[in-house]
């Protein structure tokens, strides 16, 4: 019997989206425009969690790219949507308020 996998954690996914992100060049060069930020920051950027929640807000922006993400990662939208929260905080529509 196979172990029960858990979803990738916060981080974990942001890394993933990361990784999937550089293998789509035309992808991460929309998302280095829109971010501003230079291929040779991404190695610093990563440990910063604003500029995680700005990659996730990225992909939560347009739904064919997180599918197209989810799709390619095998993970679902609902973990990156916990991630997503995770890094950006409560929103309008938690209740958290």
């Not at 829109?34 to 992909?59: E, K, V």
């Not at 347009?62 to 390619?72: M, Q, Y």
Request: contains cysteine.
């Amino acid at each position: 019997m196979k172990p029960l996998e858990l979803p990738p954690g916060p981080e974990e996914t942001a890394i993933a989206v990361l990784t999937w992100l550089a293998g789509e060049p035309e992808m991460l060069g929309r998302f280095l425009a829109l971010s501003g930020t230079r291929a040779d920051q991404l190695r610093q950027a990563i440990n910063d969690p604003g500029f995680l929640a700005g990659m996730l807000d990225f992909l939560m922006g347009h739904e064919p790219t997180l599918i197209a993400f989810c799709d390619a990662s095998g993970i679902a939208p609902e973990t990156v949507v916990k991630a997503w929260r995770h890094y950006s905080g409560p929103g309008l529509d938690s209740g958290e308020y």
